[in-house]
Protein backbone atom coordinates (compact mmCIF):
# COMPACT_ATOMS: atom_id res chain seq x y z
CA UNK A 1 0.00 0.00 0.00
CA UNK A 2 1.33 3.30 -1.19
CA UNK A 3 -0.07 6.23 1.20
CA UNK A 4 0.91 10.08 0.47
CA UNK A 5 0.21 11.83 4.13
CA UNK A 6 0.96 14.10 6.44
CA UNK A 7 1.77 14.05 10.31
CA UNK A 8 1.75 16.32 12.85
CA UNK A 9 2.88 16.32 16.77
CA UNK A 10 2.55 18.61 19.49
CA UNK A 11 3.53 19.25 22.54
CA UNK A 12 2.60 21.65 25.31
CA UNK A 13 3.76 22.39 28.93
CA UNK A 14 1.19 20.55 30.97
CA UNK A 15 1.27 23.76 33.45
CA UNK A 16 0.55 26.43 30.82
CA UNK A 17 -1.83 24.26 28.09
CA UNK A 18 -3.22 21.63 29.20
CA UNK A 19 -6.19 21.28 26.71
CA UNK A 20 -4.86 22.78 23.51
CA UNK A 21 -3.42 20.29 21.36
CA UNK A 22 -6.15 18.77 19.82
CA UNK A 23 -7.58 22.29 18.34
CA UNK A 24 -3.43 22.77 17.27
CA UNK A 25 -3.15 19.81 15.58
CA UNK A 26 -6.85 20.20 13.55
CA UNK A 27 -5.02 23.54 12.45
CA UNK A 28 -1.89 21.98 11.00
CA UNK A 29 -3.62 18.49 9.84
CA UNK A 30 -6.21 21.39 7.50
CA UNK A 31 -2.80 23.29 6.63
CA UNK A 32 -1.43 19.82 5.21
CA UNK A 33 -4.99 18.43 3.35
CA UNK A 34 -3.01 18.54 0.41
CA UNK A 35 -1.15 15.39 1.32
CA UNK A 36 -4.35 13.56 1.74
CA UNK A 37 -8.11 13.62 1.90
CA UNK A 38 -9.03 10.09 2.68
CA UNK A 39 -9.26 9.94 6.18
CA UNK A 40 -8.02 12.18 9.59
CA UNK A 41 -6.92 11.18 12.72
CA UNK A 42 -5.96 12.65 15.90
CA UNK A 43 -4.70 11.12 19.38
CA UNK A 44 -3.89 12.82 22.06
CA UNK A 45 -3.08 12.47 25.94
CA UNK A 46 -4.14 14.33 29.22
CA UNK A 47 -0.86 12.61 31.19
CA UNK A 48 -2.91 9.76 32.33
CA UNK A 49 -5.01 8.07 29.10
CA UNK A 50 -4.43 8.29 25.44
CA UNK A 51 -7.80 9.77 23.63
CA UNK A 52 -8.24 9.46 19.91
CA UNK A 53 -10.89 9.93 17.16
CA UNK A 54 -10.26 9.37 13.50
CA UNK A 55 -13.00 8.74 10.58
CA UNK A 56 -13.00 9.57 6.73
CA UNK A 57 -13.21 12.18 5.11
CA UNK A 58 -11.44 15.75 5.44
CA UNK A 59 -10.36 17.18 8.53
CA UNK A 60 -12.55 19.88 8.46
CA UNK A 61 -15.59 17.56 7.69
CA UNK A 62 -15.20 15.03 10.29
CA UNK A 63 -13.95 17.01 13.31
CA UNK A 64 -16.82 18.44 14.46
CA UNK A 65 -16.30 20.71 17.78
CA UNK A 66 -18.02 18.46 19.54
CA UNK A 67 -15.38 15.65 18.52
CA UNK A 68 -12.18 18.41 19.47
CA UNK A 69 -13.89 18.95 22.49
CA UNK A 70 -13.31 15.56 23.78
CA UNK A 71 -10.11 15.63 22.80
CA UNK A 72 -8.44 17.57 25.53
CA UNK A 73 -4.70 17.06 26.23
CA UNK A 74 -0.93 18.78 25.62
CA UNK A 75 0.10 16.48 23.98
CA UNK A 76 -0.36 14.76 20.87
CA UNK A 77 -0.26 13.79 17.09
CA UNK A 78 -1.94 13.48 13.85
CA UNK A 79 -2.77 12.19 10.41
CA UNK A 80 -4.44 12.59 7.26
CA UNK A 81 -4.11 9.89 4.86
CA UNK A 82 -4.71 9.50 1.41
CA UNK A 83 -3.97 6.02 -0.71
CA UNK A 84 -5.79 4.52 -3.78
CA UNK A 85 -4.32 1.19 -3.81
CA UNK A 86 -6.99 -0.90 -2.48
CA UNK A 87 -6.41 0.55 1.32
CA UNK A 88 -9.47 2.91 1.67
CA UNK A 89 -10.62 1.72 5.04
CA UNK A 90 -11.55 3.07 8.29
CA UNK A 91 -9.14 0.28 10.06
CA UNK A 92 -6.25 1.82 7.97
CA UNK A 93 -6.62 5.18 8.91
CA UNK A 94 -4.54 6.13 11.20
CA UNK A 95 -2.87 7.18 13.97
CA UNK A 96 -2.63 3.40 14.78
CA UNK A 97 -2.91 2.77 18.34
CA UNK A 98 -1.28 -0.51 20.17
CA UNK A 99 -0.70 -1.46 23.65
CA UNK A 100 2.38 -2.49 25.26
CA UNK A 101 3.96 -2.82 28.71
CA UNK A 102 3.66 0.32 30.04
CA UNK A 103 0.56 1.49 28.37
CA UNK A 104 -0.44 2.40 24.69
CA UNK A 105 1.47 3.59 21.69
CA UNK A 106 -0.07 5.65 19.45
CA UNK A 107 1.71 6.58 15.73
CA UNK A 108 1.56 8.44 12.63
CA UNK A 109 3.58 7.60 9.55
CA UNK A 110 3.73 9.24 6.32
CA UNK A 111 6.04 7.03 4.13
CA UNK A 112 5.82 3.10 2.37
CA UNK A 113 7.64 0.52 3.95
CA UNK A 114 9.25 -1.84 0.97
CA UNK A 115 9.78 -4.69 3.87
CA UNK A 116 6.59 -4.74 5.55
CA UNK A 117 5.41 -8.45 4.28
CA UNK A 118 8.23 -9.65 6.02
CA UNK A 119 8.52 -8.09 8.94
CA UNK A 120 4.79 -8.59 9.42
CA UNK A 121 5.15 -12.20 8.73
CA UNK A 122 7.89 -12.42 11.29
CA UNK A 123 5.54 -10.62 13.67
CA UNK A 124 2.68 -12.84 12.99
CA UNK A 125 4.67 -16.03 13.94
CA UNK A 126 5.63 -14.81 17.42
CA UNK A 127 1.95 -14.47 17.91
CA UNK A 128 1.54 -10.90 17.19
CA UNK A 129 -2.32 -10.31 15.79
CA UNK A 130 -2.70 -7.13 13.44
CA UNK A 131 -6.22 -5.27 13.00
CA UNK A 132 -5.01 -3.78 9.46
CA UNK A 133 -3.17 -4.49 6.67
CA UNK A 134 -0.75 -1.35 6.85
CA UNK A 135 2.17 -0.95 7.07
CA UNK A 136 2.47 1.35 10.31
CA UNK A 137 1.01 -1.14 12.34
CA UNK A 138 3.47 -3.48 11.65
CA UNK A 139 6.30 -0.44 12.97
CA UNK A 140 3.86 0.15 16.10
CA UNK A 141 4.23 -3.70 16.72
CA UNK A 142 7.98 -3.56 16.05
CA UNK A 143 8.32 -0.86 18.85
CA UNK A 144 6.14 -2.49 21.69
CA UNK A 145 8.18 -5.84 20.88
CA UNK A 146 11.28 -4.09 21.71
CA UNK A 147 9.96 -2.24 24.14
CA UNK A 148 9.98 -5.02 26.35
CA UNK A 149 13.52 -5.55 26.61
CA UNK A 150 14.95 -1.23 25.50
CA UNK A 151 14.25 1.80 26.88
CA UNK A 152 12.57 3.88 24.42
CA UNK A 153 15.75 5.11 22.55
CA UNK A 154 17.26 1.92 21.85
CA UNK A 155 13.71 0.75 20.72
CA UNK A 156 13.37 3.45 17.91
CA UNK A 157 17.26 2.55 16.88
CA UNK A 158 16.44 -1.26 17.11
CA UNK A 159 13.09 -0.56 14.81
CA UNK A 160 14.42 1.68 12.62
CA UNK A 161 17.27 -0.90 11.67
CA UNK A 162 14.68 -3.29 10.36
CA UNK A 163 12.70 -0.81 8.39
CA UNK A 164 13.49 -0.63 4.58
CA UNK A 165 11.88 1.89 2.71
CA UNK A 166 10.29 5.35 3.61
CA UNK A 167 8.94 6.65 6.71
CA UNK A 168 8.48 10.12 8.62
CA UNK A 169 6.80 8.93 11.75
CA UNK A 170 5.07 11.20 14.71
CA UNK A 171 4.95 8.53 17.72
CA UNK A 172 3.24 9.84 21.02
CA UNK A 173 4.12 7.54 23.86
CA UNK A 174 3.82 8.53 27.62
CA UNK A 175 3.26 12.28 27.14
CA UNK A 176 6.11 12.43 25.09
CA UNK A 177 6.22 13.00 20.97
CA UNK A 178 8.51 11.69 19.22
CA UNK A 179 9.61 12.42 15.74
CA UNK A 180 11.72 9.93 13.60
CA UNK A 181 12.87 10.56 9.84
CA UNK A 182 14.36 7.46 7.96
CA UNK A 183 18.15 7.36 7.53
CA UNK A 184 17.96 8.39 3.83
CA UNK A 185 15.28 11.26 4.50
CA UNK A 186 12.62 10.19 1.81
CA UNK A 187 9.73 12.28 3.18
CA UNK A 188 9.90 15.52 5.17
CA UNK A 189 9.85 16.41 8.43
CA UNK A 190 10.41 19.31 10.49
CA UNK A 191 9.92 20.82 14.03
CA UNK A 192 8.35 23.77 14.63
CA UNK A 193 8.45 26.42 18.01
CA UNK A 194 4.72 27.52 19.34
CA UNK A 195 3.86 29.51 22.50
CA UNK A 196 4.86 27.11 25.18
CA UNK A 197 5.24 24.07 22.96
CA UNK A 198 7.13 22.37 20.08
CA UNK A 199 5.67 20.99 16.78
CA UNK A 200 6.43 18.58 14.47
CA UNK A 201 5.24 18.39 10.76
CA UNK A 202 5.57 17.15 7.53
CA UNK A 203 5.55 20.67 6.40
CA UNK A 204 6.29 24.02 7.67
CA UNK A 205 3.31 25.29 6.46
CA UNK A 206 1.54 23.68 9.07
CA UNK A 207 3.79 25.55 11.36
CA UNK A 208 3.12 29.07 9.82
CA UNK A 209 -0.69 28.57 10.44
CA UNK A 210 -0.22 27.86 13.89
CA UNK A 211 1.79 31.18 14.44
CA UNK A 212 4.78 28.92 14.96
CA UNK A 213 8.26 29.65 13.50
CA UNK A 214 10.09 26.59 11.82
CA UNK A 215 13.42 25.61 14.32
CA UNK A 216 14.54 23.20 11.89
CA UNK A 217 14.22 19.92 9.84
CA UNK A 218 14.33 16.93 11.29
CA UNK A 219 17.27 15.09 10.12
CA UNK A 220 17.83 11.67 8.44
CA UNK A 221 18.34 9.27 10.93
CA UNK A 222 17.55 11.48 13.74
CA UNK A 223 14.87 10.82 16.08
CA UNK A 224 13.64 13.77 18.18
CA UNK A 225 11.85 13.72 21.32
CA UNK A 226 9.43 16.47 22.62
CA UNK A 227 9.00 16.23 26.22
CA UNK A 228 9.74 18.11 29.19
CA UNK A 229 12.36 19.37 26.94
CA UNK A 230 13.71 18.84 23.41
CA UNK A 231 15.81 15.57 23.17
CA UNK A 232 17.90 14.60 19.87
CA UNK A 233 19.59 11.15 18.99
CA UNK A 234 21.25 10.65 15.83
CA UNK A 235 20.33 7.20 15.63
CA UNK A 236 21.06 5.87 11.75
CA UNK A 237 23.75 7.82 9.72
CA UNK A 238 23.98 6.80 5.98
CA UNK A 239 26.79 8.33 3.58
CA UNK A 240 24.20 9.69 1.11
CA UNK A 241 20.31 10.85 1.45
CA UNK A 242 17.18 9.61 -0.87
CA UNK A 243 14.95 13.14 -0.38
CA UNK A 244 11.79 12.57 -2.79
CA UNK A 245 12.50 14.66 -6.01
CA UNK A 246 8.68 14.35 -6.44
CA UNK A 247 8.10 16.82 -3.16
CA UNK A 248 9.54 19.83 -4.89
CA UNK A 249 7.75 19.39 -8.15
CA UNK A 250 4.36 18.45 -7.43
CA UNK A 251 3.20 16.78 -3.54
CA UNK A 252 4.12 19.91 -1.20
CA UNK A 253 3.08 23.23 -0.84
CA UNK A 254 5.15 26.05 -2.47
CA UNK A 255 5.15 28.48 0.64
CA UNK A 256 6.96 25.28 2.63
CA UNK A 257 10.68 25.26 3.31
CA UNK A 258 11.57 21.54 2.97
CA UNK A 259 15.86 20.66 3.73
CA UNK A 260 16.24 24.35 4.09
CA UNK A 261 14.91 25.13 0.05
CA UNK A 262 11.74 27.02 -0.46
CA UNK A 263 9.58 24.93 -2.57
CA UNK A 264 8.04 28.18 -4.26
CA UNK A 265 12.00 28.88 -5.32
CA UNK A 266 12.45 25.82 -6.49
CA UNK A 267 9.59 25.69 -8.69
CA UNK A 268 10.15 28.99 -10.29
CA UNK A 269 13.34 27.43 -10.90
CA UNK A 270 12.17 24.98 -12.83
CA UNK A 271 9.45 27.05 -14.81
CA UNK A 272 13.45 28.90 -15.52
CA UNK A 273 15.11 26.05 -16.44
CA UNK A 274 12.14 25.45 -19.04
CA UNK A 275 12.66 28.17 -20.72
CA UNK A 276 15.87 28.19 -20.91
CA UNK A 277 16.44 25.06 -22.13
CA UNK A 278 13.45 24.81 -24.65
CA UNK A 279 13.40 28.33 -25.99
CA UNK A 280 9.93 28.56 -27.60
CA UNK A 281 8.26 31.31 -29.53
CA UNK A 282 4.47 31.73 -28.06
CA UNK A 283 2.13 34.71 -26.95
CA UNK A 284 1.29 33.84 -23.38
CA UNK A 285 2.30 31.05 -21.11
CA UNK A 286 -0.08 29.78 -18.77
CA UNK A 287 -0.40 27.29 -16.02
CA UNK A 288 -2.22 24.17 -15.12
CA UNK A 289 -3.59 25.12 -12.29
CA UNK A 290 -2.55 24.87 -9.59
CA UNK A 291 0.61 22.63 -9.79
CA UNK A 292 1.60 24.59 -12.92
CA UNK A 293 1.01 28.16 -11.22
CA UNK A 294 4.84 28.81 -9.50
CA UNK A 295 6.69 27.15 -12.64
CA UNK A 296 4.58 29.15 -15.12
CA UNK A 297 5.70 32.45 -13.44
CA UNK A 298 9.41 31.57 -13.72
CA UNK A 299 8.85 30.47 -17.10
CA UNK A 300 7.72 33.60 -17.66
CA UNK A 301 10.23 36.07 -16.47
CA UNK A 302 12.63 33.59 -18.08
CA UNK A 303 11.24 33.99 -21.67
CA UNK A 304 10.30 37.53 -20.93
CA UNK A 305 6.37 35.81 -22.76
CA UNK A 306 3.39 37.40 -21.16
CA UNK A 307 2.22 35.30 -18.18
CA UNK A 308 -2.10 34.66 -18.79
CA UNK A 309 -4.28 32.27 -17.68
CA UNK A 310 -5.86 30.36 -20.05
CA UNK A 311 -7.51 27.81 -17.44
CA UNK A 312 -9.42 29.18 -14.33
CA UNK A 313 -9.84 25.78 -11.64
CA UNK A 314 -13.38 25.41 -9.74
CA UNK A 315 -11.44 24.63 -6.18
CA UNK A 316 -14.73 23.31 -4.81
CA UNK A 317 -14.39 20.05 -6.85
CA UNK A 318 -12.10 17.08 -5.80
CA UNK A 319 -12.36 14.27 -8.29
CA UNK A 320 -13.80 13.83 -11.37
CA UNK A 321 -16.02 11.26 -10.83
CA UNK A 322 -16.73 8.26 -13.53
CA UNK A 323 -19.36 9.56 -16.10
CA UNK A 324 -20.21 6.71 -18.74
CA UNK A 325 -21.06 9.02 -21.66
CA UNK A 326 -18.74 11.20 -23.79
CA UNK A 327 -20.24 14.07 -23.33
CA UNK A 328 -21.14 14.17 -19.77
CA UNK A 329 -17.20 13.51 -19.31
CA UNK A 330 -16.55 16.60 -21.13
CA UNK A 331 -18.31 18.13 -18.44
CA UNK A 332 -16.49 16.91 -15.79
CA UNK A 333 -13.78 18.05 -17.03
CA UNK A 334 -15.14 21.36 -17.92
CA UNK A 335 -16.69 21.26 -14.10
CA UNK A 336 -12.86 21.12 -12.66
CA UNK A 337 -11.10 23.40 -15.33
CA UNK A 338 -12.36 26.13 -17.76
CA UNK A 339 -11.04 28.63 -20.12
CA UNK A 340 -10.82 32.20 -20.30
CA UNK A 341 -11.01 32.19 -24.04
CA UNK A 342 -9.77 35.56 -25.12
CA UNK A 343 -6.29 34.60 -23.20
CA UNK A 344 -6.17 32.07 -25.76
CA UNK A 345 -8.12 32.71 -29.03
CA UNK A 346 -6.03 32.93 -32.30
CA UNK A 347 -3.08 32.57 -30.06
CA UNK A 348 -0.24 29.94 -29.48
CA UNK A 349 -0.06 28.65 -25.77
CA UNK A 350 2.56 27.62 -24.25
CA UNK A 351 1.33 25.39 -21.24
CA UNK A 352 3.29 24.49 -18.05
CA UNK A 353 2.09 21.25 -16.18
CA UNK A 354 4.32 19.47 -13.04
CA UNK A 355 4.35 16.61 -14.37
CA UNK A 356 2.74 13.86 -16.57
CA UNK A 357 1.62 10.19 -15.21
CA UNK A 358 -0.82 8.81 -16.85
CA UNK A 359 -1.30 11.51 -19.35
CA UNK A 360 -5.07 11.47 -19.52
CA UNK A 361 -4.62 14.89 -17.52
CA UNK A 362 -2.61 16.44 -20.29
CA UNK A 363 -4.83 14.84 -23.21
CA UNK A 364 -8.31 16.41 -21.50
CA UNK A 365 -6.51 19.86 -20.76
CA UNK A 366 -5.20 20.04 -24.53
CA UNK A 367 -8.58 19.57 -26.06
CA UNK A 368 -10.27 21.75 -24.24
CA UNK A 369 -7.02 24.41 -25.17
CA UNK A 370 -7.40 24.24 -28.49
CA UNK A 371 -11.54 24.03 -28.74
CA UNK A 372 -11.32 27.67 -27.15
CA UNK A 373 -9.66 28.71 -30.29
CA UNK A 374 -5.77 27.86 -29.66
CA UNK A 375 -3.57 28.23 -32.88
CA UNK A 376 -0.99 26.12 -30.99
CA UNK A 377 -0.36 24.69 -27.91
CA UNK A 378 2.82 23.40 -26.10
CA UNK A 379 3.29 21.37 -23.25
CA UNK A 380 6.29 22.35 -20.69
CA UNK A 381 6.99 19.51 -18.36
CA UNK A 382 8.33 20.32 -14.88
CA UNK A 383 9.55 17.19 -13.94
CA UNK A 384 11.21 14.30 -16.72
CA UNK A 385 9.46 11.50 -18.09
CA UNK A 386 8.03 9.59 -15.41
CA UNK A 387 9.42 6.02 -16.44
CA UNK A 388 9.12 3.60 -13.33
CA UNK A 389 6.47 3.70 -10.31
CA UNK A 390 7.28 5.10 -7.01
CA UNK A 391 7.54 2.35 -4.46
CA UNK A 392 8.27 4.61 -1.60
CA UNK A 393 5.22 6.39 -0.63
CA UNK A 394 3.93 8.63 -3.58
CA UNK A 395 0.73 7.75 -4.93
CA UNK A 396 1.56 7.42 -8.59
CA UNK A 397 0.60 4.63 -10.69
CA UNK A 398 2.08 1.18 -11.99
CA UNK A 399 4.22 1.04 -14.73
CA UNK A 400 1.25 -0.31 -17.23
CA UNK A 401 -0.28 3.36 -16.65
CA UNK A 402 2.50 5.18 -16.66
CA UNK A 403 2.72 7.08 -20.06
CA UNK A 404 6.41 8.17 -20.21
CA UNK A 405 7.16 4.07 -19.39
CA UNK A 406 5.66 2.67 -22.91
CA UNK A 407 6.09 5.77 -25.39
CA UNK A 408 9.15 7.99 -26.84
CA UNK A 409 8.31 11.63 -25.91
CA UNK A 410 7.36 12.23 -29.78
CA UNK A 411 5.00 9.57 -28.65
CA UNK A 412 3.18 11.26 -25.69
CA UNK A 413 3.32 14.30 -28.01
CA UNK A 414 0.99 12.67 -30.05
CA UNK A 415 -1.16 11.14 -27.51
CA UNK A 416 -1.78 14.24 -26.08
CA UNK A 417 -2.49 16.31 -28.98
CA UNK A 418 0.60 18.84 -28.37
CA UNK A 419 2.12 20.88 -30.78
CA UNK A 420 5.31 20.14 -29.43
CA UNK A 421 6.52 18.92 -25.94
CA UNK A 422 9.28 19.31 -23.64
CA UNK A 423 10.06 17.71 -20.05
CA UNK A 424 12.70 19.55 -17.92
CA UNK A 425 15.95 17.63 -17.89
CA UNK A 426 17.29 15.60 -14.93
CA UNK A 427 20.21 17.87 -14.52
CA UNK A 428 17.71 20.83 -14.91
CA UNK A 429 15.39 19.61 -12.06
CA UNK A 430 18.32 18.65 -9.61
CA UNK A 431 19.88 21.84 -10.01
CA UNK A 432 16.59 23.81 -9.55
CA UNK A 433 16.13 21.84 -6.61
CA UNK A 434 19.59 22.58 -5.47
CA UNK A 435 20.43 19.10 -3.32
CA UNK A 436 23.50 16.83 -5.25
CA UNK A 437 21.55 14.65 -7.30
CA UNK A 438 23.26 12.11 -5.19
CA UNK A 439 21.05 12.95 -2.29
CA UNK A 440 18.02 12.86 -4.15
CA UNK A 441 15.32 9.62 -5.07
CA UNK A 442 14.93 10.01 -8.84
CA UNK A 443 13.91 6.52 -9.11
CA UNK A 444 10.52 7.22 -10.73
CA UNK A 445 12.75 9.39 -13.27
CA UNK A 446 15.35 6.95 -13.63
CA UNK A 447 14.22 3.50 -12.72
CA UNK A 448 17.41 2.85 -10.31
CA UNK A 449 16.41 3.17 -6.63
CA UNK A 450 18.42 4.28 -3.59
CA UNK A 451 17.28 0.80 -1.97
CA UNK A 452 16.49 -2.46 -2.86
CA UNK A 453 13.12 -3.29 -4.46
CA UNK A 454 12.27 -6.80 -5.43
CA UNK A 455 12.44 -6.89 -9.49
CA UNK A 456 13.93 -3.43 -9.29
CA UNK A 457 17.49 -1.73 -10.31
CA UNK A 458 19.32 -0.19 -6.92
CA UNK A 459 21.77 2.36 -7.10
CA UNK A 460 25.34 0.13 -7.12
CA UNK A 461 27.51 2.16 -6.52
CA UNK A 462 26.04 2.78 -3.19
CA UNK A 463 23.54 0.61 -1.62
CA UNK A 464 22.28 3.68 0.95
CA UNK A 465 20.71 1.86 3.36
CA UNK A 466 23.84 -0.62 3.85
CA UNK A 467 26.19 2.69 4.50
CA UNK A 468 25.27 2.75 8.31
CA UNK A 469 28.02 5.58 9.77
CA UNK A 470 28.03 4.75 13.46
CA UNK A 471 26.62 7.40 15.47
P1 LIG B 1 -2.17 12.16 -15.38
O1 LIG B 1 -1.02 12.36 -16.32
O2 LIG B 1 -3.50 12.20 -16.03
O3 LIG B 1 -2.00 10.90 -14.55
O4 LIG B 1 -2.20 13.37 -14.36
C1 LIG B 1 -1.04 14.04 -14.02
C2 LIG B 1 -1.40 15.23 -13.18
O5 LIG B 1 -1.90 14.81 -11.91
C3 LIG B 1 -0.16 16.07 -12.91
O6 LIG B 1 -0.22 17.20 -13.71
C4 LIG B 1 -0.23 16.43 -11.47
O7 LIG B 1 -0.72 17.74 -11.30
C5 LIG B 1 -1.21 15.45 -10.86
N1 LIG B 1 -0.46 14.42 -10.10
C6 LIG B 1 0.79 14.00 -10.25
N2 LIG B 1 1.10 13.04 -9.37
C7 LIG B 1 0.01 12.83 -8.62
C8 LIG B 1 -0.28 11.98 -7.52
N3 LIG B 1 0.62 11.15 -7.01
N4 LIG B 1 -1.53 12.04 -7.00
C9 LIG B 1 -2.46 12.89 -7.51
N5 LIG B 1 -2.22 13.73 -8.53
C10 LIG B 1 -1.01 13.71 -9.10
Same mark, same amino acid.
Given at each position: ?44 ? %? ?54 ? %????? @? ?131 ? %? ?15 ? @? ?55 ? %? ?119 ? @? ?36
Amino acid at each position: MKDKCGVVGVRFDAEKNRDAAALYIYYALQALQHRGQESSGISVT %NGSSVLSDKGMGLVADYFSRERLQKLAGYAGIGHVRYSTTGGSRLENSQPFSVTYK %NGTIS @IAHNGNLVNYRELKKELEAQGRIFTSDSDTEVIAQMLARELIRNDIVEAVRETMKRLVGSYSLVILIGDCVIGVRDPLGFKPLCIGHVDNGYVLASESAAIDTLNGELVRDVAPGEMVILGEKIESHRLLRCK %NHAHCMFEYVYFARPDS @IMDGRLVYKVRHKIGQTLAAECPTKADIVSPVPDSGITSAIGYSTGSKIPYAEALIK %NRYVNRTFIMPAQELRETAVRLKLNTVRSNIEGKNVILIDDSIVRGTTSRRIIDLVRRSGAKEIHARIGSPPIISPCYLGIDMATREELIAAHKTVKGVEFLIGANSLYYISLDGLVSAIG @IPREDLCTGCLTGVYPIEIPGEKCEDKQLKLNQFVPE
